[in-house]
């Protein structure tokens, strides 16, 4: 399983990373690889305001559609629109390429609640 | 009830490879090997797949009577097969709904019937019933028949270096026995994706020898073949436009509501014949399309169907899928027959969500061998 080192997590397997003011929002290596080819994502409109914890979209795999939760509340600056047309970005460069959200947090401190890579490691080896 | 789930002799090959086990149909079978459904779909049309089909059941039919009891028994007229052909057909409720679909072998001194594998069970007590009055003798061969499939453009080629049987001369819809890997074993030219390719049955002790040896012959001949997984099959099934029991047929929906008329013939008197020409003559009241999204999104099966124009309910999805090969996001439905149309736009509610999708023609694929 791969983490990146300057992201933090939540047990729902998005991760988190800072750039400048914004979160950048994705999901996991072990949850792109559980999930296996992802064909489709459906991310929100730009403007949207979240409530961390809610769903910010979906994404769908060849056998199934899983939510994804918005792990900081704030509101929604940029999405990854390449991700219509090359889904599997989420797969190939989950930390990368495969990025979903930007979002503008309205309540930064809960970037401390997030779990570090350590925890994130151990939550997703109890669901191996 | 919980029941323990059954393992097919390449169990320990597939868990070995690193393949991701799930339950289907009572057993516990890959879904997918570490290439993924898509890398799976896309070998098995570029070249070849070979598929652990153990779980599907193998029923024989002997006796002086066998050919009147299964032409009662099944929709299609077996009288019209010549010896080692093979054909499609169904086993029909009096009221003309669907116990099952099967392909049915006439090979020397018995009738071999291949089932779904969650039917097995309802087929064979089917059957049985069935048999009053007729000099037959039907067997439930499954545990000692193992099923392979072995698909793609390259399937022949590869599978005639391990075997003497002249599989060229053995066209689309015929079964030879002879030998494959020295093992005896009845090869047909069928399968369920599309391509061309073979579905092999031999005697079950054989399965590693043989599974293995596909594959060590295709990399010996430098042709590409790797296994291939359940979710790979579905999508390779889809596109051609081939029927899976619980989603395009069932108890509930009939051979023409199916669009699966072609497998009927009703000159023969078959269990359900006389429901279905009722229909036919009064028409059916829902119809299977195939849709393709014109909106993004994936449909998946019970999304409700709705009219374009209106946003009423028409229909529901019952396979939805992104396909592969054809690269979109599709589905088969059953509508409202007026609505059933090729080019007439519908609504999938994808999540409460409308999104536009089109009918079109179907089969979504046709393979270059066909054409």
Known sequence: ?128 | MSQELKRTNLYRWHVDHHARMVPFAGWEMPVQYPPGPLAEHHLVRRSAGVFDIDHMGQVTITGPDAEVYLNRLVTWDIGLMRPNEAHYALLCYDHGGIVDDVFIYKLPGRWLMVVNAGNLNKDYRWLQEHAGGYQVAVKDVSAETYMLALQGPKAISLLQKLTPAQLAAAPRFTAIEDKVDGVPAVIGRTGYTGEDGVEIFFPAEHARQIWTAILNTGRTAGIEVGPIGLAARDSLRFEPGFALYGHEIGPDITPLEASLEWACRFQNDFIGREALLKQKENGVAKKLVSFALTDKGVPRQDYPVLSAAGGEEIGVVVTGLYAPTVDKYCGNAFVRSNYAGIGTDLQILIRHKPKAAVVIKRPLYVPAYRK
Do not use: C
């Open chain 1, 1 to 128: 399983m791969k983490l990146d080192a300057k992201a933090k997590y939540q047990d729902t397997h998005e991760w988190a990373r800072r750039e400048g003011d914004l979160i950048v929002v994705g999901i996991t290596d072990f949850a792109q690889e559980s999930l296996s080819d992802v064909v489709f994502v459906e991310l929100p409109e730009v403007g949207a305001v979240l409530e961390k914890g809610e769903i910010f979209g979906v994404v769908e795999s060849v056998k199934a559609a899983s939510d994804l939760y918005i792990p900081m509340s704030g509101e929604i600056v940029e999405t990854n629109v390449t991700l219509e047309d090359e889904p599997e970005l989420v797969n190939s460069d989950p930390f990368g390429e495969g990025w979903m959200i930007k979002l503008q947090p309205s309540d930064p401190k809960q970037w401390d609640d997030l779990l570090s890579g350590d925890e994130y490691e151990q939550v997703a080896q109890a669901e191996e």
